[in-house]
């Protein structure tokens, strides 16, 4: 029976390894998020399949959307958890579109701001772009989809979403 005990260099070699074995996972899963986004948040395991989903991370259903009118002015609140566009790699994009109904995987979202390019945006930092809510379909629904495409930058997923669905008023 062995009375050796973990010493304090072991233990800190273990801490090490665990902390590297998680920074390699977190950096090989870029994404994006968005404040009010439907789906699992980052510090959800699931998060890092759901992100690149298209059209959005989750069933877009009625439970999940908010009351807005058209014409509000929206603050859309975002941030690269992982930034993939750092130079030499080529630059990235990140665009809010919207959708007037609900979307499918084929669906085409009108851009409503412009484009951001992404190269050296700092991760964790969220950003903010106001955006001019406009009508649903006719029964008012509407989703609102932010995106980052990586463009060819080393990234397990071409893209990565974020969506908020509405009940548009008038």
Not at 11 to 37: D, E, P, Q, R, W
Not at 87 to 97: D, E, K, L, Y
Not at 118 to 124: A, G, K, R, Y
Not at 133 to 157: E, H, M
Request: charged share 10%; glycine share 8%.
């Amino acid at each position: 029976v062995s009375t050796q005990s973990t010493g304090p260099k072991t233990i800190h070699k273990m801490i090490t390894v665990i902390v590297a074995l998680f920074a390699l996972f977190t950096l090989s899963n870029g994404h994006v998020t968005m404040v009010g986004s439907v789906g699992p948040g980052i510090n959800d395991p699931a998060f890092f399949k759901a992100d690149a989903q298209s059209p959005c991370p989750d069933a877009i259903v009625d439970g999940t959307r908010r009351n807005v009118t058209a014409g509000e002015i929206l603050p859309v609140t975002w941030s690269l958890v992982v930034n993939h566009n750092i130079p030499p790699n080529p630059a990235g994009r990140v665009r809010i579109g919207w959708f007037a109904g609900v979307p499918t995987a084929g669906s085409m979202f009108n851009q409503l701001a412009p484009t951001i390019h992404i190269t050296d945006q700092p991760v964790n930092y969220y950003f903010l772009q106001n955006v001019v809510l406009i009508l649903g379909d006719a029964n008012g629904r509407a989703t609102l989809q932010l995106s980052y495409a990586v463009d060819g930058a080393g990234s397990p997923f071409p893209e990565y979403y974020q969506c908020i669905n509405f009940f548009v008023k008038i």
